[in-house]
């Protein structure tokens, strides 16, 4: 870890520019407090101390009979009214899973289905955890630098609905996670809105937080282990530090390519694992809490979501207004870490 | 399927020009025979039966002490050697999975650690199955186009390996898979070599070809089918087809966008999942075999490596010449299909 090297940051060769139109969210109908997981799990512990050590008093899981698709359907669907756009004028879909409603075929080939558009628009899922929905915007913004008008990206989970097929959770973890989808649309702009973008990985870390499905699962029979669709966290506190390690150096990095310091931000908006990793995070960076905000402590870890659900949090609530500057970052878990600086 | 409507073909507005540099291949030890797999498993065919029915001899499958970061090291390694390239120049790697190691995170970061660069190169898995390969490219361009000097792309599977867990296979798919990762490099030019690209899904088919792994999955207590680990084929001839269809569409579609007829194109590569299949894509897009390659007789459906390995087999057995005009597509079960013209 000593010897990782961070990136230097490349600024964006982009003469065709892009801007965000819109976001949206979506969130299944089940609130699950602390309590419920307690009594459910028959877990030792009581709300009082979760909510304390934690910062999260509640969250929602997915139902048996809701999928992954329907919420992505619903937030698409928010999302495409706000920027009164319609679906058939969507260039690209780019969804940041962390599971789908099945590994193979893309889900964000599902949500099209639900949809029910005919056009065979191009869609893919990418994989980077709670970091994705970074890379997705960086991916957005450099598709309509080549061509594209509007590209429609997707983050997020339902790790709550794993849950039920989990009979021993591990205590650890099944306080901490949340589902939600976050939607945002970003479309052709004849001037400059996104300014920075800085993306970084540290396989140093690769180990630390990783769901253990794939070709290095080792069984011993026919039956799989129902762990492999949960996340493993070895060291919590590596999750913490490099969140906040890496929010200054991202902050930094992207204020030396934009030309600015942290006073010409006016808000932060970054994946929240914790209340206590966003607010290590303000601290690093030297931001003032009433410029930022934490869904943390009822919507939990989101994964893709949790930095577009914050953004989307500024937005409806009006405190967020067209032409304000946004760093925006999200982190994950120590091994993939990103940013960007844009005008909203 | 009848109402599904073909997206127009958006020409690439890119004046930041980018090229193949070069390619690399990594195959697992093992060598698998149909005989092999009739054995191991007690299915009742001859191997005679399986060779004229699929086209295929042997194929590779990964060991259980061989994992998927090792063959893209191996693959990444041949592919810069070739570039006289150092990985600490590269800008971003993308691979387009399968299966990982892990799900979480992206195998490509472990690919990184393997590779023991101290530099923290952002890199990320995507998810689009067969025809991974064409959206790896189309991203790679599009990166170099917005300011990015080195993009390494990567795409493979090693299922191989997951047949370790696999006590009872589906005999219409178990003698299909093989093994391989394959890489690109693709780097900044000053004059262009992409000239078009087109990219489809169709939702219409999203249920025909599937890995269960997802929150789709249900069980019925702690443990879990291996099946999760596999794909299932509801209908081979709905694959057959829809390649066929799709690479006619595509190949108008990318000839209309680039000006030429099919009688331009030097080379045509393709997915082949049969021999078959490739020889339908062949017959309707009116291109003599002798200009393109298939080596599904000796690999099997290598998922996102089918193209490239077809593509780096022109190239290493000097068939495919720098200035030749190729024609490149990938089908991925009529759920997602994409191809670009270029010049190598």
Redesign the interface.
């Given at each position: 870890m000593q010897?990782?090297?961070?990136?230097d940051i490349?600024?964006?060769?982009?003469?065709?520019y892009s801007r965000i139109l819109s976001t949206g969210v979506a969130l299944p109908r089940n609130v699950v407090t602390n309590q419920n997981i307690i009594d459910r799990y028959n877990i030792i512990a009581t709300d009082r101390a979760v909510e304390y050590a934690l910062g999260i008093k509640e969250r929602r899981w997915?139902g048996?009979d809701e999928?992954?698709e329907d919420l992505m359907e619903e937030a698409i669907n928010q999302c495409l009214e706000r920027a009164n756009v319609d679906i058939d004028s969507i260039?690209r879909i780019v969804f940041t899973?962390?599971?789908?409603?099945?590994?193979?075929?893309?889900?964000?080939?599902?949500a099209?289905?639900k949809l029910g558009?005919?056009?065979?628009?191009?869609?893919?899922?990418?994989?980077?955890?709670c970091s994705?929905f970074v890379?997705a915007m960086d991916?957005a913004?450099?598709?309509i630098?080549?061509?594209?008008d509007y590209v429609l990206i997707l983050g997020g989970s339902?790790m709550g609905?794993?849950c039920h097929?989990w009979?021993?959770p591990d205590p650890k973890t099944v306080f901490l996670f949340g589902d939600a989808i976050a939607a945002m649309l970003v479309g052709y702009s004849d001037v400059q809105h996104f300014f920075s973008s800085y993306?970084?990985?540290?396989?140093?870390l690769?180990d630390n937080?990783?769901?253990?499905?794939?070709?290095?699962?080792?069984?011993n029979?026919?039956?799989?282990?129902?762990s492999?669709?949960f996340?493993k966290i070895a060291d919590g506190n590596t999750v913490f530090q490099s969140s906040a390690q890496y929010a200054k150096v991202i902050s930094d990095k992207l204020l030396s390519d934009y030309g600015g310091s942290i006073d010409d931000i006016d808000h932060f908006v970054t994946s929240d694992q914790s209340t206590r990793i966003w607010e290590a995070q303000l601290k690093e960076i030297g931001f003032p809490k009433e410029k930022s905000t934490s869904l943390f402590y009822k919507h939990g870890n989101t994964v893709a979501a949790m930095s577009p659900l914050n953004l989307n949090h500024l937005i409806e609530s009006g405190r967020l207004k067209r032409g304000d500057v946004v760093m925006m970052q999200a982190h994950?878990?120590g091994?993939?870490s990103?940013g960007m600086i844009f005008k909203y």
């Open positions: 010897n990782f090297i961070f990136p490349e600024p964006l060769k982009i003469s065709r997915t048996l999928k992954v260039d899973k962390l599971a789908g409603d099945y590994h193979v075929p893309a889900t964000s080939i599902g099209l289905r558009t005919k056009k065979g628009i191009p869609a893919f899922d990418i994989f980077a955890a994705g890379h991916l913004i450099r598709y630098a080549s061509g594209d339902a609905k794993c097929y009979n021993m993306i970084i990985t540290n396989h140093f690769y937080a990783l769901i253990r499905y794939g070709t290095s699962y080792k069984n029979g026919e039956n799989v282990d129902s492999i669709f996340m994950g878990a091994a993939s990103g």
